[in-house]
């Protein structure tokens, strides 16, 4: 059955580390996978990434897939505190979208 | 530009109540989805919709029914609530098909049945 595995489930960090979060997958029809933050509401993306071994980066976000180990990592570099949020991450198949149980962020002062 | 616009954002049913989830998109998107969220599950897909007149089963469909009205809205049917079924419901949307292109998701509804 497919599959996507977050982790870890929660993280409480300071202001200023560095963060790392994994996503595993084991999906049949892959077609890419995705990062979502989601504070209160609705989940908001942040990258879509197709190809292995190319980084996509937004500010102090970035991520990186390795198709070879089915696998994507999400790095926070110098965290604050509006860092805090739930980091979903998603593989989209063919039609639809399978998600992990998402890591729960806490970037404490 | 409100992108996907859900109603209600919070409802509180008695199980065996009916109750229908409103979803309306204004990107022109060919594809809306529902999922709900539940602790420690992430979003789990329930129907979805690849095109206007097309509806296809996704993870949890049981217990549930939708109707892809138009192009812009989406609905998801609850016939008879039941407590398994309170949850964060979003509703989401998307253009399948073209590269690059991610699902806009909506505020969510929160809905509880006792």
Not at chain 1, 54 to 69: A, N, T
Not at chain 2, 31 to 43: A, E, H, I, T, V
Not at chain 2, 68 to 91: D, G, H, I, M, W
């Amino acid at each position: 059955e497919d599959k996507v595995v977050q982790s870890p489930l929660s993280l409480v960090v300071h202001e200023g580390d560095t963060v790392t979060l994994n996503c595993s997958y084991e999906v049949t029809n892959f077609r890419s996978l995705l990062w979502y933050k989601q504070e209160k509401k609705a989940p908001t993306f942040l990258f879509m990434l197709t190809s292995s071994g190319i980084e996509k980066k937004s500010g102090r976000l970035s991520s990186i897939l390795d198709k070879k180990e089915l696998s994507s990592i999400l790095n926070i570099t110098a965290t604050q505190t509006g860092d805090s949020a739930i980091y979903l991450c998603a593989v989209e198949r063919n039609n639809d979208m399978r998600f992990g149980a998402g890591t729960r962020l806490t970037v404490k002062p | 530009n409100a992108g996907v616009t859900q109603t209600p954002k919070f409802q509180v049913l008695k199980t065996g109540q009916s109750m229908t989830l409103q979803c309306a998109q204004d990107m022109n998107h060919n594809s809306m989805y529902w999922y709900r969220q539940d602790p420690g599950m992430g979003l789990r897909l329930i129907y979805y919709s690849a095109s206007e007149g097309t509806t296809d089963k996704g993870e949890v469909p049981n217990g549930y029914n939708v109707s892809r009205l138009n192009k812009r809205e989406f609905s998801l049917r609850l016939e008879s609530a039941a407590p398994s079924q309170t949850s964060v419901y979003f509703c989401a949307s998307s253009d399948v098909g073209r590269s690059n292109q991610p699902q806009h998701f909506g505020d969510g509804t929160r809905l509880s049945i006792l």
